[in-house]
């Protein structure tokens, strides 16, 4: 599924000023892509500024090494300092429920607005979509688009744009790995990113919160529906007591899934503004994003989230109950 990349083109002749946003909780994949657009629009004299609605998790710093990309919408930055932006790009994301504290900004942003991204679930944003639900990241996408506008990819916009890739397919391991993923990949080691030290600064930068926290996670990880389901919780004094971060909980889920005869992976992480976060992963070919929508989230079909309103006990037990469901009427 190509994209024509010509609406951002007609865009880019029209237009100086561009903030890029992403989702609430960046991954890599979030961040990967806005060091890659912001060389993008960079390299064609535009005026940028990046601006989340969450700060970084730290594992990531090292991608906007001199601290002045990333910046934090209603902490270093204010919807007034945003005042003169005449075009909105909103990487990796096509819900509002992603939007966090900008949503009100986004939503009342008078200019156009342009989506990159490549999530199945899509609300209306009022936005010119630039999506291709078959990318297995973001990051592929805005390598793409940079290739499509003719602007050569810079040693740092390649490693955005790697990590973007490596952290959404699993570091190539999940089934959304393919031959073109890793050609991609080729070219953008040729164009200067520096793979392995890429992968020490993200994974071998462990705090020792995050591994007591991992430690407490898997030694509390049950199973359910006859070991067809395998869950943990983590609430919000599991974090505190164990010294780690709410970031700290990225990825964790992957080991709930890697639990032999285990079909669905969950994790449960009470979240500091009440309600639970709930991350889905499913390696039967159960479609995970259906029973996360159940709930209001999305996602894909392998690995989705949701968060809902109330306390852990309950929404484990609604979870597992719609996974049941799922379970039952897949097969
Ligand atoms: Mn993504």
């Not at 629009?41 to 700060?55: H, P």
């Amino acid at each position: 599924m190509p994209i024509d990349w010509s609406p951002l083109a007609a865009i880019l002749e029209k237009h100086e000023r561009f903030l890029v946003t992403t989702h609430v909780r960046p991954d890599g994949d979030a961040l990967g892509s806005e060091v890659g657009m912001a060389g993008l629009l960079r390299a064609k004299g535009k005026d940028v500024r990046v601006v989340n609605s969450s700060r970084t998790p730290p594992r990531y710093d090292f991608l906007d090494e001199d601290g002045t990309l990333f910046r934090h919408f209603g902490g270093d930055v204010q919807a007034s300092d945003l005042a003169d932006r005449e075009v909105l790009v909103i990487l990796d994301l096509s819900a509002w429920s992603q939007l966090g504290d900008m949503v009100d900004f986004v939503r009342s942003f008078p200019g156009p607005r342009v989506v990159i991204d490549h999530h199945v679930s899509q609300d209306d944003l009022g936005a010119t979509f630039l999506k291709d639900v078959t990318a297995e990241a973001t990051g592929t996408l805005v390598a793409r688009a940079a290739r499509a506008l003719q602007v050569p990819i810079t040693p740092s916009m390649a490693n955005g744009l790697l990590t973007a890739i490596a952290m959404d397919t699993g570091w190539f391991r999940h089934p959304n790995t393919r031959p073109s993923t890793l050609r991609e990949v080729a070219d953008l080691v040729e164009s200067g990113a520096e793979i392995h030290l890429i992968y020490q600064r993200i994974f071998e930068r462990n705090t020792l919160g995050r591994l007591r926290l991992m430690g407490e996670m898997l030694a509390g990880l049950r199973t359910a529906l006859e070991g067809r389901v395998s869950y943990a919780t983590i609430t919000r004094e599991d974090l505190s007591r164990n010294g780690a971060i709410p970031q700290d909980t990225e990825d964790l889920v992957d080991y709930t899934v890697s639990v032999e005869g285990v079909e669905v992976g969950l994790l449960f992480i009470e979240q500091a503004r009440g309600g639970v976060k709930v991350s889905l992963r499913s390696r039967n070919g159960l479609d995970v994003a259906r029973v996360a929508a159940v709930f209001g989230g999305g996602g894909h079909k392998a690995a989705a989230g949701a968060t809902l309103p109330e306390p852990l006990e309950s929404a484990v037990a609604a979870v597992l109950a719609a996974v049941r469901q799922a379970l039952e009427t897949s097969v």
